[in-house]
Each structure stands twice: as C-alpha cells, then as structure tokens.
C-alpha cells in the first residue's frame, strides 16, 4: 500500500495538499517549507515512487500535479477500520425520525389506546 506511505510523513502530507490545491514547479513547493530544497526534492521523489504525484517537464521546469487514485486504496482501508460512513448513519437517523412520526400519526388517529 504506497498510499500508506506517501502519507506517512508531514511534510509529505503537507505538499500533497499544496498540489491538491494546484498543479506546482518544485522552487514553489520548497517555499512552503523551512528544510533544504534537496530534502523536499527527496519528498517528491517518495512521493512520484508512491504514485501519488507525476511530474511533467515544462519548459526547464518540473510541474508536479496529485495523482489521487493510489490514495483511494489507503481510504478505503481507513473506512473498514473506522466503521460505517456518515451517510448510513445518516439513513438510520432518518429512519428513526419516519418511526417516530409515524408512531405519532398513529398515536393522534387513536387516542383511546392512549388512555387504556
């Protein structure tokens, strides 16, 4: 699972994001970051062996852009160990609101079960 290993590391994180955002050369990626451009040029490397970015020569300059599909595996991993997804919790909740509804209509059009 490369995905894993993409996102192990903040900084590899954090650039992941900036090239969420966009599409960026390497010179404005390290400008985000307090380390060497060599030790974000290591970062990027890891993360083009990972999948999870490509790079495209423009010019005299490297473009890196997010390749997000090899991270879809390390989220659908994440989703099996965190549980079901907010939207099936979402259905039972709408269920429960419908059954209390109903049991309400019920409750209004009988009033003699009430009262026995």
């Not at 890891?46 to 423009?58: N, P, R």
């Not at 269920?95 to 026995?116: H, I, L, Y």
């Amino acid at each position: 699972m490369d995905g894993a290993r993409a996102i192990a590391d903040p900084v590899r994180r954090e650039i992941l994001e900036l090239l969420h955002a966009s599409p960026l050369p390497a010179g404005r990626i390290a400008e985000h970051f307090p380390i060497s451009r060599p030790a974000v040029s290591k970062h990027l490397r890891i993360l083009i062996e990972c999948g999870v970015v490509e790079a495209e020569l423009v010019g005299r300059q490297r473009i890196y852009r997010l390749r997000p599909e090899p991270l879809a595996e390390v989220a659908a991993y994440l989703n099996r160990l965190l549980g079901p997804s907010l939207p099936s919790r979402l259905d039972a909740l709408v269920t429960e609101v419908a059954r209390a509804r109903r049991d309400r209509r019920t409750e209004a059009n009988n009033p003699k079960e009430q009262s026995a």
